[in-house]
């Protein structure tokens, strides 16, 4: 499985925007695939997932009501809208995924593979 993040930017307070996750390899439509992000001097933190067999999903909670994660399996696609941004949202973006078939969680060592990070940055 090979991932590669896109769509980050520069945005105000109140902005949106959209990440997306691009996957290849057979097995992505078995993969689950989490959103994690890194702001600078802190440690890699758990934004959102998607699993791979019923697509329910579950958030940080700093994120609820804000970030809706999503994918398109025809497109090979994870998405990550991202509402109401506030500065504290600023960091480096990675999509990952576990092992195919397995369902994944929020602690980022269970997941295998890591896309490039796409940066982030909400300036107030």
């Known amino acids: 499985v090979q991932l590669q993040a896109s769509g980050g930017g520069l945005v105000q307070t109140g902005d949106s925007l959209r990440l997306s996750c691009a996957g290849s390899?057979?097995?992505?439509?078995?993969?689950?695939v989490g959103w994690f992000r890194q702001a600078p001097g802190k440690e890699r933190e758990f934004v959102a997932r998607?699993?791979?067999?019923?697509?329910?999903?579950d958030y940080a909670d700093s994120v609820k009501g804000r970030f809706t994660i999503s994918r398109d399996n025809a497109n090979n696609r994870v998405y990550l809208e991202m509402n109401s941004l506030k500065p504290e949202d600023t960091g480096i973006y990675y999509c990952?995924?576990?092992?195919?078939?397995?369902?994944?969680?929020?602690?980022?060592?269970?997941?295998?593979?890591w896309g490039q990070g796409t940066l982030v940055t909400v300036s107030s």
């Open positions: 998607v699993r791979w067999n019923d697509l329910s999903t």
């Open positions: 990952a995924a576990p092992r195919p078939g397995v369902l994944g969680g929020q602690a980022k060592d269970t997941y295998r593979y």
């Open positions: 390899g057979v097995a992505f439509v078995r993969s689950s």
